[in-house]
C-alpha cells in the first residue's frame, strides 16, 4: 500500500533534478505520474526509470512557458490516467546578472518560465482541479531567493516571490474546492541548477549553472549552517514536497515551507 494509491500527479520540469526525485517518491508511493520538460531524452528515461523501479508514469513534452502546452500538459494526466490530483509546479530556471547590467532578454526569460509558467499551468489545471470536493494539491516551488534576495538574481527572486504571492491567492481561492495550495523554498540543492556552469550543459542558449566561487561560497554555507551539513540532496528536496502531497496534509494551505535544512528561517 503506498500513500499516494490512486492519485495521479503532474510535475513539470522533471526530466531531471528535484523534480525527477519527486516523481520518483510519487511513483514508489502509487501515484500515476506525468513526467514533463522541454527536453525529451531526460523525459523518456525518467519514465523508464520510473517503469523499472515499478511505477506508472508518462511524459508529456511541453513549453509551460506556452498556455496552451500547459493545457496539453493537463490534457495529458486527464488521458493517460483518467483525472488529476496533484500538480507540482517545478520547473525553473536562473539567469544571473548585477540589476543594473541585466538584459530584457535575462528578465524576461526567467519571468516566463518561472512566473508566467507556473500561471499557465494553474490556469490550464483549473479545468479539472475547480470541482466540488476535489481535494488534491498544488505544490509550488519558490527558493529562499524569493523570500530573502540575492546579488545577482534580481529576476530570479522577483519570479520565485511571486510564486509566493500566486500560492496564497490561489489557496484562497481554491479553498472551496478542498485543494490546497502550497509553495516549497528550496536552499541549495545539488541539480544541474547549482553545477559549475563552465562545466554544465545548455539550455535556452545558455549553459546553465552557477559561477565556481558562487558555487564554493554556497558549498560553505550548506555545509556550515544546515542540520547535515552540505548541499541538499535532490532526494532531500523530493521528500519536503511529498509531505504536502499527503492526505495528513489536508488542512496545511498558503504556507510558504522553508525547506533549507536550517540555512533559511
Ligand atoms: N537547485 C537549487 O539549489 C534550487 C534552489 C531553490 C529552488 N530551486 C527550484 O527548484 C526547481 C527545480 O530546479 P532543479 O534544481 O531541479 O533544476 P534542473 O535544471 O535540474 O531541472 C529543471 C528542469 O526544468 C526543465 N524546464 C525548464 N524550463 C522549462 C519549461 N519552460 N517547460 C518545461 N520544463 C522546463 C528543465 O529542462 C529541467 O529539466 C526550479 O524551479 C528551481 O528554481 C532550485
Given at each position: ?123 490550464a489545471a483549473s479545468k479539472y482541479m475547480m470541482k466540488k470536493s476535489h481535494g488534491g494539491r498544488v505544490i509550488n516551488i519558490s527558493s529562499v531567493v524569493g523570500l530573502a534576495g540575492n546579488m545577482g538574481q534580481i529576476n530570479y527572486a522577483a519570479s520565485k516571490a ?104
Amino acid at each position: 500500500m503506498g500513500t499516494l494509491d490512486g492519485k495521479v500527479a503532474v510535475i513539470t520540469g522533471s526530466g531531471r533534478g528535484i523534480g525527477k526525485e519527486t516523481a520518483r517518491i510519487f511513483a514508489r508511493e502509487g501515484a500515476s505520474v506525468v513526467i514533463n520538460d522541454v527536453d525529451e531524452a531526460v523525459a523518456a528515461e525518467a519514465v523508464k526509470d520510473l517503469e523499472a523501479e515499478g511505477g506508472t508514469a508518462a511524459y508529456c513534452v511541453a513549453d509551460i512557458r506556452q498556455l496552451e502546452e500547459a493545457k496539453k500538459l493537463m490534457k495529458t494526466a486527464v488521458d493517460e490516467f483518467g483525472k488529476l490530483d496533484i500538480l507540482v509546479n517545478n520547473a525553473g530556471i536562473a539567469r544571473d546578472t548585477l540589476a543594473g547590467r541585466m538584459s530584457e532578454e535575462q528578465w524576461q526569460l526567467v519571468i516566463d518560465i518561472n512566473l508566467t509558467g507556473t500561471f499557465n499551468c494553474i490556469r490550464a489545471a483549473s479545468k479539472y482541479m475547480m470541482k466540488k470536493s476535489h481535494g488534491g494539491r498544488v505544490i509550488n516551488i519558490s527558493s529562499v531567493v524569493g523570500l530573502a534576495g540575492n546579488m545577482g538574481q534580481i529576476n530570479y527572486a522577483a519570479s520565485k516571490a511571486g510564486i509566493i504571492g500566486m500560492t496564497k491567492t490561489l489557496a484562497r481561492e481554491w479553498m472551496r474546492y478542498g485543494v490546497t495550495v502550497n509553495a516549497v523554498a528550496f536552499g541549495g540543492v545539488d541539480t544541474r541548477f547549482t553545477a559549475v556552469k563552465d562545466a554544465s550543459e545548455e539550455a535556452f542558449g545558455e549553459k546553465i549553472g552557477i559561477p565556481e566561487k558562487a558555487r564554493e561560497g554556497m558549498v560553505e554555507r550548506m555545509e556550515t549552517q544546515t542540520i547535515f551539513g552540505g548541499m541538499t540532496t535532490p532526494e532531500q528536496a523530493a521528500q519536503c514536497i511529498y509531505l504536502l502531497a499527503l492526505d495528513e496534509a489536508s488542512y496545511i494551505t498558503g504556507n510558504v515551507l522553508n525547506a533549507t535544512g536550517g540555512l533559511y528561517m
